[in-house]
């Protein structure tokens, strides 16, 4: 890969933004050949080529990304590295970031090999903190030492994993084989398995407690309903977590189905009310996903007690959506300390209280619950403002940047860095070290002081995803200015203007779809600030006019934003104006929301909180959140968050439905 050619420009342009990186800024020297050593060099570790490795890493010696060649080259050959050269690479690069990832590799491959004398001596240095696995193993070793009861905290971090994982495995096996945790915290691991599709998980948690059990797991995957036919004339022992693992997996596949095999007659003395509250948290939240009318009844046949997180908050949802906002409350009331406390359930636990009142007293408490999350920070503290009878607007701006302050963020190691891997396109990489120069490579990571330097370091560079992920990050102060910045606002209020649509919706989805990255490009082939796909660009562009449009101008600014724009107009007329929808319908497709609007006429916050995919739900709370603070920062008035949610409900049979002719 010719990195030189493409990339001598940005270095050259690093150099500017951060001066005395490198003896080769410092120098005045061209960096063209470093650049094009360590470009080559990440080629070469996506590919382990371990020969090619070793012969670069030489020539970037003395270069402001050593630490990355160095830390690809040791990488790609880690389980064949002595010791020694681990510890000399941790003593070479002590403090980076580099230094903490190899760690944290080095840390599984000691788990992986029991080797728990070098373990015991690593795991203290290691900063992250953050690897899940890496914590099972070192919870292991404290439960080998009879050093803590770690029981809990293995089954809570164990529990948390969506994909089979060694380390956590590992901690849990040798805790079941020394009686101190109970089977039932297997089985449980087991259930999450086969809810979240995932049979390896099951498999995993099952082959801990018997092997023999295991092809009996694979097959109830393969089909439940036989396994549960299979059973009627001749129950082993051991078998009542089978016939829930059956049930639940048949409430994957066919919740109504499911909701008739758990109360039938056979199961009925064999499964305890643990397991049939548990099933009945699968099947309602099964139909719940679905939008079925259904999933309250399901809801209501088990104990919330004995549901697990997951459950509870689309019981919460399903009762939303139906206007039971009892259930709402007892839902919530039933959710551990730390679930209840995000400011989604704070707000509907307020939200049901207000509905329930029956006292002055209850009155008082819900008013207490949205004051404790009341703010501008996000969608449901926006929210809870405007039930207060309040108005978004822009905080005060916190006190500027110190001379010193901005001198520290400057001669930031990690965030010199990270700006100049980004600078000459290793993105990936200097988002990692950024993110760790922030907020990991101390416990606790920068103050709100030094996180608005760091802010303020990268809009300079105009490096805005780091800008904004840095100011996000503060809690005790909000700076508008770094969090909500408005790259090219010429291009996108002209755009605006042009076409009648609100340059704050705009930037609202800009911010949420590429955080101002002109090159930014999705797994799934969106490009560009807004993210287009393709297909979608070229049918935009034939719709508005754009007879010229080809493919390649996708990641251009202003062909970027005149498609986008163009798209979200579209999309924006053809669901009747509502911001919501079209959001919606920009993240996952317009026929999704067509669907979804299906059924009764809902608060757009309701119906926002029952979109079945976690990432278009989020997407649009973020998106309508986004828009409402940049409305406050570029009118200068207070902005309301409800009045561009409205309502959603099923499209009137008067009018076209236009959102059928769009991609």
Not at 414 to 425: E, F, T, V, W
Request: glycine share 6%; hydrophobic share 40%; with cysteine.
């Amino acid at each position: 890969m010719q990195f030189s050619a493409i990339l001598t420009p940005l270095a050259l342009a690093a150099c500017v933004f951060l001066p005395a990186l490198s003896p080769v800024c410092a120098q005045g020297r061209d960096s063209s050949h470093y650049d094009e050593a360590i470009g080559d060099m990440a080629q070469a570790y996506k590919a382990r080529d371990h020969k090619r490795l070793a012969s670069l890493l030489p020539q970037v010696r003395g270069y402001i990304l050593e630490p990355w060649g160095a830390y690809w080259e040791l990488s790609a050959r880690l389980d064949q590295a002595s010791n020694a050269e681990v510890q000399d690479f941790f003593n070479r690069y002590s403090g980076t970031y580099q230094e903490d990832k190899l760690r944290t590799e080095w840390l599984l491959q000691l788990g992986r090999n029991r080797d728990w004398g070098a373990f015991n001596r690593e795991y203290p240095k290691y900063r992250m903190l953050d690897d899940k696995s890496v914590r099972c193993y070192g919870l292991l070793t404290e439960h080998l030492a009879n050093a803590a009861d770690v029981n809990a905290a293995v089954m809570q971090t164990w529990l948390s994993l969506k994909e089979a994982d060694e380390g956590c495995a590992a901690a849990a096996e040798q805790l079941v084989k020394d009686h101190s945790m109970m089977q039932a915290a297997v089985w449980l691991r087991a259930r999450l398995g086969f809810e979240n599709d995932r049979l390896r998980v099951a498999t995993q948690a099952v082959g801990i407690l018997n092997d023999g059990w295991v092809k009996n797991v694979a097959d109830i995957y393969a089909s439940p309903a036989k396994y549960l036919n299979d059973k009627l004339t001749a129950l082993r022992p051991k078998t009542r977590e089978l016939v829930s693992l059956a049930i639940i997996r048949l409430a994957y596949l066919d919740p109504e189905a499911a909701a008739v095999e758990v109360n039938h007659l056979r199961w009925r003395a064999q499964l305890t009310q643990e397991e049939r509250s548990w099933i009945w948290g699968v099947i309602g939240k099964r139909a719940a996903l679905k939008m079925s009318n259904d999933a309250v009844g399901y809801f209501a046949q088990g104990q919330f007690n004995h549901m697990h997180e997951d459950h509870l908050a689309w019981a919460v949802r399903a009762a939303l959506r139906a206007g039971n906002w009892k259930m709402v409350h007892e839902a919530i009331a039933a959710m551990p300390p730390a679930m209840a406390a995000e400011p989604v359930w704070v707000y509907w636990h307020a939200r049901a209280q207000l509905a329930l009142a029956d006292s002055e007293g209850s009155r008082s408490e819900a008013l207490g619950l949205l004051q404790s999350i009341a703010g501008v920070r996000g969608f449901y503290e926006q929210l809870a403002l405007e039930e207060l009878g309040q108005r978004i607007s822009v905080p005060e701006r916190p006190a500027p940047v110190t001379p010193e302050e901005r001198e520290a963020a400057r001669n930031n190691p990690g965030l010199n860095r990270a700006l100049y891997a980004i600078q000459i396109g290793l993105r990936a990489e200097g988002v990692r070290e950024w993110n760790y120069s922030t907020n990991l490579h101390e416990r606790g990571g920068l103050d709100d002081r030094g996180l608005l330097a760091a802010a303020e370091r990268a809009c300079q560079a105009e490096v805005w995803d780091r800008c904004i992920n840095s100011s996000d990050r503060t809690k005790g102060v909000i700076d508008f200015d770094t969090r909500f910045p408005m790259p090219f606002k010429a291009a996108v209020l002209a755009r605006g203007k042009q076409i009648g649509l609100d340059p704050a919706y705009v930037y609202g989805l800009i911010r949420q779809e590429s955080r101002f990255i002109m090159d930014a490009r999705s797994g799934v082939g969106a490009s560009g600030l807004m993210q287009v796909m393709p297909a979608t660009a070229k049918w935009t562009a034939k719709k508005i006019g754009m007879t010229d449009f080809q493919p390649h101008q996708i990641t251009d600014r202003d062909t970027n934003i005149a498609i986008g724009t163009g798209y979200l107009k579209l999309l924006l007329d053809s669901f009747g104006g509502s911001m919501p929808m079209a959001a919606a319908a920009y993240n996952a497709g317009p026929g999704r929301p067509r669907s979804w609007r299906n059924g009764p006429v809902l608060e757009a916050a309701i119906w926002a909180e029952n979109i079945p995919f976690n990432e278009t739900r989020d997407y649009v709370k973020k998106v309508l959140s986004n828009t409402t603070n940049y409305a406050a920062l570029i009118t200068g008035q207070p902005q309301s968050l409800k009045a561009r949610m409205g309502a959603v409900g099923p499209l009137d049979a008067t009018v076209p439905d236009t959102s059928t002719e769009l991609p």
